[in-house]
């Protein structure tokens, strides 16, 4: 709650459970104090929410990070501003440094239900040709998916050729033969009839599910995917990791200049190159080139995998720039190779470090010499694990100047390039 000596009046900052110590964090750079809120569950695993503090005619601010146990901590955050709305707050805003479900972007519709990108000519006019903005039909049964269908085509062959076998003496041609029994040349769940397998994308529904609740603005950082951003139609605020872990390459790396920042994926090269850029780096890319090949022999359809370094970085330091590090599995890899390629030393500089599953002992074992993440996810317990290999950036102060210049309508465009701790 703001007090008397605080810059700010009317706000409040109410904290979920997924991320405590930066809600604390936050406040503690706004000279105000968290708002009180009794969250818990229930036997049965069912949220209960009670909003202590009054809240009415203020600017409600809602910290709850996208990381944990996820989808409680979304169902908490859902409860949380609805609660603020049903209490008078006149404004609320999510502030959630990493945003839940941002790694399953969609195809943003209208609310009509019109696609917002529409598919191109030509694939309008050939259905079994899909582009990345077309959206699968109604899927249709396959000849050679479909049990009863194969054993129609099966006995209808077999009639077929008993006549041939009538009309030629006796005699089965080879071609024939093949015919009667059928083989299947792909697995049972590969498409051939040009459907495009649906893969559930959440990225409309957690949009709709925020502003349904009643929230009215998003600060976030570094998104996964940028463009999850036109899924709202409430303004989204995308803060940038950048200038923090530019300042601390520029502070906490020796000779950087001479270093090189590496992409680890194709997808994370705009990010890399932007920190390159702005400091007159050197830059490497790591690609991983998947193919689709079909066996002449049996017609089974396989997937090859091949990465290669596009970059010098033999007798070089690396610094793998990355926005989001869960299983280890991208960066870890990514290390290996660039040990392999001559690099002396590697660093993993991560916006969010989720640290999933075996990500742990991972780094461990990896060629990773030291890893740098900020605190958007709760970073205690990976500091224990991990020791002098982490190194933890504090992101409060940025989230809390984003705060203190949208409740004064100031511009926050500052902050994407030049804020630093």
Request: hydrophobic share 40%; aromatic share 6%.
């Amino acid at each position: 709650m703001s007090s008397d000596n605080s810059p700010v009046r009317n706000l409040v900052i109410l904290g979920g459970s997924s991320h405590p110590r930066l809600t604390d964090a936050i406040c503690a750079n706004l000279n105000i104090s968290p708002a009180e809120a009794s969250l818990h569950k229930f036997k049965n695993g069912e949220t209960s929410v009670t909003i202590v503090n009054s809240v009415r005619d203020k600017d409600v601010y809602i910290v709850q990070s996208g990381s944990g146990r996820v989808n409680d901590n979304l169902v908490e955050l859902l409860i949380l501003i609805s609660a603020c709305k049903t209490a008078s707050a006149k404004k609320v805003t999510v502030v959630t440094p990493l945003f839940p479900y941002s790694r399953q972007p969609d195809i943003p519709y209208t609310k009509t239900g019109a696609p917002l990108v529409a598919a191109k000519a030509n694939s309008l006019n050939t259905p079994s040709q899909f582009t990345f903005e077309s959206v699968p039909g109604t899927p249709r049964s396959s000849g050679k998916c479909d049990t009863g269908v194969s054993l129609a085509t099966a006995a209808s062959n077999a009639l077929k050729q008993s006549a041939s076998v009538s009309s030629l003496g006796g005699v089965v041609r080879p071609a024939m033969a093949r015919e009667d029994s059928w083989v299947p040349e792909a697995p049972v769940r590969e498409i051939n009839n040009g459907y495009k397998q649906w893969i559930a994308q959440s990225g409309t529904l957690i949009a709709q599910l925020l502003t349904c609740a009643g929230a009215d603005h998003i600060i976030t950082m570094d998104l996964h995917d940028p463009q999850f951003q036109g899924f709202f139609d409430i303004p989204v605020d995308n803060l940038y990791g950048k200038p923090i872990l530019q300042n601390y390459i520029t502070s906490y790396i020796p000779d950087y200049q001479d270093a090189v920042i590496v992409s680890p994926d194709a997808g994370g090269a705009k990010r890399a190159t932007a920190i390159a850029d702005g400091l007159g780096m050197a830059f490497a890319l790591i690609h991983k080139e998947r193919r689709k090949t079909k066996s002449f022999v049996n017609g089974q359809t396989r997937q090859i995998a091949n990465t290669m370094l596009v970059g010098d970085v033999a007798g070089k330091v690396c610094l793998i720039v990355d926005d989001l590090l869960d299983t280890a599995n991208t960066v870890t890899r990514a290390a290996k190779l660039l040990k392999d390629q001559g690099a002396i030393k590697v660093y993993a500089i991560i916006t969010h470090g989720v640290f999933s599953g075996e990500a742990i002992e991972r780094i461990k074992a990896s060629a990773i010499d030291k890893i740098v993440t900020t605190n958007s996810t709760p970073q205690i317990e990976h500091l224990k694990s991990l020791g002098s290999k982490l190194e933890v950036l504090d992101v409060a102060r940025i989230f809390a100047e984003a705060i203190r210049r949208i409740h004064n309508g100031e511009s926050v465009s500052m902050l994407f390039d030049y804020f630093t701790i």
